[in-house]
């Protein structure tokens, strides 16, 4: 398995991007400073996790502006239902991703700029 899959492997399974086996995050949105299985720090400094909100905004962004016209063009769903679907798919949408957005940010950063001790 090349070390990209290896890693992103790991971040959709919130893992620790080092070793593979610590947990990303502690609580429903707490991501600890260290790994608790090989010590390796998460947040390389303050706003590290910045990087995230780009994954996040970007895959709702997208998915939003393919699949609204879609359904609009299509007129599967009624228009004053589409937008209330649209916008409740925006704010849910984040926030059910906001783990996997931290995940896949902290292995792209192992990916391009990789941490001692990689296994
Ligand atoms: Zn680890």
């Given at each position: ?66 699949v609204y016209?879609i359904l609009m063009?299509n007129k599967w769903v009624p228009e004053p239902h589409l937008t209330i679907v649209s ?33």
């Amino acid at each position: 398995m090349s070390r990209f899959l290896k890693l992103a492997l790991r971040a959709l399974l919130l893992r620790c991007p080092v070793c593979g086996k610590g947990k990303l995050f502690s609580g429903i949105f707490r991501v600890p400073e260290k790994c608790p299985r090989c010590g390796a720090p998460y947040a390389r400094e303050a706003g590290f996790f910045l990087g995230s909100i780009y994954i996040n905004y970007g895959l709702t962004s997208l998915i939003a502006a393919v699949v609204y016209p879609i359904l609009m063009f299509n007129k599967w769903v009624p228009e004053p239902h589409l937008t209330i679907v649209s916008l409740a798919f925006v704010v849910i949408f984040p926030l059910l991703f906001f783990r996997h957005a931290r995940s896949l940010w902290i292995g792209f950063d192992q990916w391009y700029d990789p941490r001692e001790g990689e296994v």
